[in-house]
């Protein structure tokens, strides 16, 4: 059974970087069937993708509304790959899913971490 | 950007009833149309994938259909488990989802 769990901070200062961690379990994150996703939800709001990366380590980000801020990393000898979110505002307060991503044509998410509530505030 | 936009933005049924969601996108997505179920304080789970196939384990209560701009949902008789908020969510180079449906109780 493939899961997810993310792990990181739940509070970060105005200014300061986001890192969060998502751990991998039940398949392996160099799968070449997969890439794995960043997806977020601002309170009583809609999701909103922010970025992946492949199972070669490529990355994509939604641009341009993240600005370059965002950047996505992984590390095949523990399974996990990684959020990191510079100069985060209020606006960046939200929960914070890892998901799989199916690798192709119609990408897909399936399944998702239970996710992380991230706020940002001095 | 494809931009999804659902409706209605709140559907008001009956355990029993039929349910219709509907996602409509900016532009051609062809089929690559995803749907989801978010139940209160819980992570998305993916019911549909590339617009009518049904994700494993999914009940065949829940189906979808169309192709191009306009996509829907149908689940036919609401269990009670099934009043939750509903997101499309397209991939037409860049991922993105619609803003949801909010099933509720009548």
Do not use: H
Not at chain 1, 15 to 44: D, K
């Amino acid at each position: 059974q493939v899961q997810l769990q993310e792990s990181g901070p739940g509070l970060v200062k105005p200014s300061q970087t986001l890192s969060l961690t998502c751990s991998v379990s039940g398949v392996s994150i160099s799968n070449n069937a997969y890439f794995w996703s960043w997806i977020r939800q601002r309170p009583g709001e809609g999701l909103e993708w922010i970025g992946d990366i492949t199972y070669s380590g490529d990355t994509y980000y939604r641009n341009p509304s993240l600005k370059g801020r965002v950047s996505i990393s992984a590390d095949t000898t523990k399974n996990q790959f990684s959020l990191n979110m510079t100069s985060v505002t209020a606006a960046d307060t939200a929960v914070y899913y890892c998901a799989r991503t199916y690798a192709s044509a119609s990408r897909y998410f399936d399944p998702w971490g239970q996710g992380t509530l991230v706020t940002v505030s001095s | 950007d494809t931009v999804l936009t659902q409706s209605p933005g709140t559907l008001s049924l009956s355990p029993g009833e039929r349910a219709t969601l509907s996602c409509r996108a900016s532009q051609t997505v062809i089929n690559y149309l995803s749907w989801y179920q978010q139940r209160p304080g819980q992570a998305p789970r993916l019911l549909i994938y590339s617009a009518s196939r049904r994700a494993t384990g999914i009940p065949d209560r829940f189906s979808g259909s169309g192709s191009g701009t306009d996509f829907t949902l149908t689940i036919s008789r609401l269990e009670p488990e099934d009043f939750a908020v509903y997101f499309c969510q397209q991939y037409g180079g860049s991922p993105s989802f619609g803003g949801g449906t909010k099933v509720q109780i009548k």
